[in-house]
C-alpha cells in the first residue's frame, strides 16, 4: 500500500534558522496522524511544505503519491484547513462553499447541501459568514477542505480557541472522515486531542521529530523518559494557555 504520507530528510531554512530539520515521516492510508508539539517547533511550516505552499530547503515529500514538486497533482488529492479559515465574511456559507466549488470545478450542489447539513448548518447556510460563531467558521471552512472529497486532508490547529462543545463537534466530524476513507494529518499542541483522534503520534520539538508511537505508548515514554517528559511538559503549558485565553 503506497503510504499517504512520506518524506525523506524534509528541511526548511529561512536564512540562519532552521525551522524544520531532516524530517523523516510515513503516513498510513486511512489513518489519523497527529503532530503534536507546542506553538514554535515548526508543525505549520511542514504542513505548507506538505501542501505545496512553501518549497523545502531540501530534502524530498510524496503526498498521496505524488512528488510535492508536483504541485497540481498533489493540490487535486488533498485538502487544507489552516488555523485561520479563508473565508470571505461577506458571503452566506452556502455562497462561499459554492464558490470554491467552482475553482475545483467541482459539480458540488448535492453535495454542498449534504455536507451543511451532516455539519449542522443547514438553517444558518444562507446567513453571512460574518454572523457566525468561531465553532460555525470552523465547521464551514473543514466542509471546504473535504468539498471535493480528497484522499488527504490536513488540519492545522482544528479546536484551537474553540469553547468545549464546538470542539468537541469538530473532534466528532474528524473522527468521521477516517470512517469515510480519508487519511487526516492533524497537527496540534493540545495533547488531548491527538490522545482522542490519533493512531499514530509524531511529536516535533524545535523542528526535529523527536518522537513518533501510539498515543498511550509515547504517554507511557513520556513518564519514563526526561526529555520526552519535558517536550509533553511544553505541549501542556502551551494547551493551559491556550484554555486560558
Known sequence: MTPAIETDALTK???????VSDLRLTVPEKSVY???????AGKTTTMRMLT????????TARVAGQSIDNRDAVVSRIGFLPEEPPLYDELTAREQLRYVAGLRD??????INT?????????????????????MKQKTALIQAILHEPE???LDEPT???????????????????????????STHILPVVEELADTVGVLHDGNLVAEDSPERLTHRAEQEQSLED?????????????SQ
Open 106 to 111: 467541482v459539480g458540488a450542489e448535492e453535495r
Open 34 to 40: 497527529g503532530f503534536l508539539g507546542p506553538n514554535g
Open 152 to 154: 488527504l486532508v490536513f
Open 13 to 19: 531554512r529561512f536564512d540562519d534558522t532552521t525551522v
Open 231 to 243: 517536550v509533553f511538559l511544553d505541549v501542556t503549558s502551551e494547551e493551559e494557555k491556550a484554555v
Open 160 to 186: 484551537s480557541g474553540l469553547d468545549p462543545r464546538a470542539a468537541r463537534t469538530v473532534r466528532e466530524l474528524i473522527s468521521e472522515l477516517t470512517d469515510d476513507g480519508m487519511t487526516v494529518f492533524l
Open 115 to 135: 455536507l451543511l447539513d451532516r455539519f449542522d448548518l443547514a438553517d444558518d447556510a444562507d446567513e453571512r459568514v460574518s454572523t457566525y460563531s468561531k465553532g
Open 52 to 59: 505545496t505552499l512553501t518549497r523545502p530547503t531540501s530534502g
